[in-house]
Structures are given as structure tokens and as C-alpha cells.
């Protein structure tokens, strides 16, 4: 049987509004769990929580009530166990790319042969050999994020913990990097929790897809994608794969924005017959 990696219990999250004094409610009894190995996307409607989520797992916040726990520990803190990614790529601008792929191991203070080693080889599988002497602003957005993607492999961390991070890509990079992705995770073997919006992005890479409810968050439901791995990108447009397509998108909507979309189409279906009527009042004046 797989092994646990990372397990959330109870999980609640309120933050502290200074300006009215109040607090906001963002997670709400949060359990999931992503065995070794695994990879977990978590799709959600805006505000739900999805980066509360991540920034606890990451220990930068700490829980209302409730844990995460990582190999059966609790977090207290940020540690080298988990690999962050965000949206934005948040590269030293005056540093190369070796040199930021260097930056964890020099805080761990592998700054030495060895550490130049593991550094080069994550620059070689994130294919970016080559581009070791160029700095950020001279990447493309594809390439900064693969540099980003080789900063937290180098520390070689137990999870890797993705925030949107193809958010900022054009269609064509993101399709690019998502297999680029699934490449590196099979040969890297980690265990990955990814954050998307996206949700044929969420199922092309997942072993399962969480959905988050709307706010405050919680899981809604989780699907297990049995869809066989390797999966080439054409898969997106199986049959299958529209079925989940179609189960997320269900469950991911949020019966607020529903009544919300029934409203203005209701408005404009209003707009449209006022216009037809005004057509022919027009019509019967010119005749
Ligand atoms: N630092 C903060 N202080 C107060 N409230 C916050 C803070 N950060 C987030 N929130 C609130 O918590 C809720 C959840 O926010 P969060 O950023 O986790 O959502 P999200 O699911 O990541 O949204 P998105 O998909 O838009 O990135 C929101 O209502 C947000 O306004
Ligand atoms: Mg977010």
C-alpha cells in the first residue's frame, strides 16, 4: 500500500481583518491526503482558499485548528521537505540561472563541487543546459519558470507544493511545460500537489483532482483520472478525458455564480427583445 506524504486533519483557517476587526473564514474542515509519490491537482473557484491551503502546507501560516502533517509530523515551519512554486517565477534578477538554481543548496551550505553537481544536473532536466551564464531577463516566461522549477528540485525536497504555475504562460508554453512537467516527475519520482484553475490542465496531469467548494473553502469531491500514463498531450481530446472534463466543471461551479449567469442572461434576453420590439415600431413608422 502507498505511503502517506501529506495529510491534512481538520484543517481551518481564519484570518484577522484589522481594518473591521472581524475574521474570515477562508478553510473549513479540510482533509485530504497525498500518498508518495502521487500527484494531486486541487481545482476551486477563486477565493476558496486553494493558496491559504498551500502557504499552511508550507508552514508560512499557521493553522486556525487542525495540521498538516508530512510524514506523519506536524508542520511547524518552512523546511527543505517541501519545494515551492508560484506563479510568479521569483528569480534574482542579478543572479544567472545557475546561480539561482544554486540559492537553496548555498542556504543548506552546499556551495562546492557537490552542490554544482546537483545543480546541473536539474538545469539538464528541466532542459535549460546551455542557458547556465544567461540571467532571468533574458529567458523566455516558459524558460524562467523551468529555471524556478530547477531551484526547489535541487534541494531535493520530499513534495513539490505548485501555485498556478502556469498561470502567466501563453497557451501554447503551458502545453509545453505541462508535459515537460509530467516528464520530470516521473524521473524525479516526487510526490507533487499542484494548483491550477485550469481544469483539462488539473486532469491531463493528475492521479486524482480535489475540488475546493467555494468559500470557505472545503473538499467538495475528490476523482481519481484513470486515464494510462505516459498520457500524450491528444489525450485531451478522448472521450474520456471530456467526461471528466465535463464531472469537474460541474462540480467546480459555484451555485452562487450559477444564479449570477442566470441573471444576465435573463437581462440580456430583455435588452434583445426590447431591441426586436423597437425594430418594429421602427418597421411600421417607415411603412
Ligand atoms: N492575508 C490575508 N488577509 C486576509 N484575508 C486573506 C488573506 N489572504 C487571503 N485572504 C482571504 O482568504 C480567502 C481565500 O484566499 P486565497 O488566496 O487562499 O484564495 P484562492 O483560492 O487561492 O483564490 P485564487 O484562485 O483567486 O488564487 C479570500 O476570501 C481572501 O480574501
Ligand atoms: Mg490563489
Not at 70 to 96: A, E
Not at 98 to 112: P, R, T, W, Y
Not at 170 to 175: G, I, K, L, V, W
Request: neutral net charge; proline residues 5%.
Amino acid at each position: 500500500m502507498a505511503q502517506t506524504k501529506l495529510q491534512a486533519i481538520g484543517l481551518r483557517h481564519e484570518y484577522y481583518q484589522p481594518r473591521t476587526g472581524g475574521r474570515l473564514l477562508a478553510l473549513d474542515n479540510i482533509n485530504l491526503q497525498v500518498d508518495e509519490g502521487e500527484f494531486v491537482s486541487i481545482v476551486g473557484p477563486s477565493g476558496c482558499g486553494k493558496t491559504t491551503f498551500i502557504n499552511l502546507c508550507d508552514g508560512l501560516l499557521k493553522p486556525t485548528a487542525g495540521r498538516i502533517m508530512i510524514d506523519d509530523k506536524p508542520v511547524t515551519g518552512p523546511g527543505t521537505d517541501r519545494g515551492m512554486v508560484f506563479q510568479d517565477s521569483c528569480l534574482m534578477p542579478w543572479r544567472t540561472v545557475f546561480k539561482n538554481v544554486m540559492f537553496g543548496l548555498e542556504c543548506q551550505g552546499l556551495d562546492n563541487g557537490e552542490g554544482q553537481e546537483r545543480a546541473t544536473t536539474f538545469i539538464k532536466l528541466v532542459g535549460l543546459q546551455g542557458f547556465e551564464d544567461h540571467f532571468p531577463h533574458e529567458l523566455s516566461g516558459g524558460m524562467q519558470q523551468r529555471c524556478n522549477l530547477a531551484r526547489a528540485l535541487t534541494v531535493d525536497p520530499k513534495i513539490l507544493i505548485m501555485d498556478e504555475p502556469f498561470a502567466a504562460l501563453d497557451a501554447q508554453t503551458r502545453e509545453i511545460m505541462q508535459s515537460e512537467l509530467l516528464r520530470i516527475w516521473r524521473e524525479s519520482g516526487k510526490t507533487v500537489l499542484f494548483i491550477t484553475h485550469q481544469i483539462n490542465e488539473a486532469i491531463y496531469l493528475a492521479d486524482r483532482v480535489i475540488i475546493f467548494g467555494a468559500r470557505p473553502g472545503k473538499v467538495k469531491e475528490t476523482i481519481k483520472i484513470d486515464i494510462p500514463r505516459p498520457r500524450d498531450l491528444s489525450v485531451k481530446r478522448d472521450p474520456a478525458f471530456l467526461k471528466y472534463e465535463d464531472r469537474v466543471w460541474n462540480l467546480k461551479r459555484d451555485p452562487a455564480f450559477l444564479k449570477y449567469e442566470d441573471r444576465v442572461w435573463n437581462l440580456i434576453e430583455e435588452e434583445v427583445k426590447k431591441t426586436m420590439i423597437q425594430d418594429q415600431v421602427v418597421q411600421n413608422i417607415n411603412r
